[in-house]
Nanobody, 121 residues
């Protein structure tokens, strides 16, 4: 069984910073792309940032230059450094990973439980 556990959310004032972490655990052979999504009340879930196993990254236009995604493959962990936070960044942030589990012929999509990020003005 594979689990993703997130940490690092909270309440911060506009202009502040937060760092999210997501650790994958369980019987894992390899992890391909890892990413962060967010969902604000009344809105659809959207991709914020993603990073491939080789380190290539992609970002939502509205967070470019403010957020940085990174990963530690030895720890099966992905991070999201969020700087210059804005009230419109308020949402529940979800970790996602494309994981090849042990004894499985193919990779599966896994999600974390979500962590609340609230940015006050």
């Amino acid at each position: 069984q594979v689990q993703l556990v997130e940490s690092g959310g909270g309440l911060v004032q506009a202009g502040g910073s937060l760092r999210l972490s997501c650790a994958a655990s369980g019987s894992i052979v390899s992890i391909n792309t890892m990413g962060w999504y967010r969902q604000a009340p009344g809105k659809q879930r959207e991709l914020v940032a993603a990073i491939t196993g080789g380190g290539s990254t992609d970002y939502l236009d509205s967070v470019k230059g403010r957020f940085t995604i990174s990963r530690d493959n030895a720890k099966n962990t992905v991070y999201l450094q969020m700087n210059s936070l804005k009230p419109e960044d308020t949402a529940v942030y979800y970790c996602n990973a494309d994981v090849l589990p042990l004894f499985s012929p193919r990779a599966h999509d896994y999600w974390g439980q979500g962590t609340q990020v609230t940015v006050s003005s």
